[in-house]
């Protein structure tokens, strides 16, 4: 990809955000997380720690050694918000500067980011790799919940 379609995508992903409606604080506060992989992952617990740096894709793998793929909500939802608040221990406008400026400079690209926990649940069940956020009203079909530690 060349820079000016580097430069071009990131202005794209930006006017989108900033067209994304905002959730309210009690939808946030509602949500509880459940991190899921695919069944085939060993991984039965993960630290927050290593999970993060996995989503900030500063880890390209599992503790086990297996390849991580992380997979996000779109922005801008109440399970979005829960995601930074409790993953990333930060704020969305922290996390959204963070990847402007790794999307700028070339260095990398976001997680792919998909529109409902229903295809995210989806997505992880058909790929090895992936790993991924859902929130605790989604069915779990064809993935494996692992418990996040300290």
Not at 76 to 90: D, G, K, N, P, W
Not at 119 to 130: F, R, S, W
């Amino acid at each position: 990809m060349n820079q000016f379609n580097k430069i071009l995508l990131t202005l794209a992903a930006m006017v989108a955000l900033a067209l994304a409606p905002f959730p309210t604080p009690s939808q946030a506060a509602d949500q509880a997380l459940r991190v899921i992989v695919h069944p085939s992952n060993t991984l039965e617990q993960i630290d927050r720690e290593t999970l993060g740096r996995i989503f900030l894709k500063k880890e390209e793998r599992f503790p086990s050694g297996m390849k991580a793929e992380p997979v996000e909500i779109v922005e801008r939802t109440a399970l979005y918000e829960v995601y930074v608040e409790q993953i990333h221990q930060s704020s969305e406008s922290r996390l959204r500067r963070y990847w402007v400026d790794k999307m700028f400079s070339g260095e990398m690209m976001k997680p792919r980011q998909l529109g409902n926990e229903d295809d995210i649940v989806e997505y992880v069940a058909g790929n090895p790799a992936a790993v991924s956020v859902v929130g605790d009203n989604v069915r779990l079909e064809g993935v494996k919940q692992i418990m996040v530690v300290p």
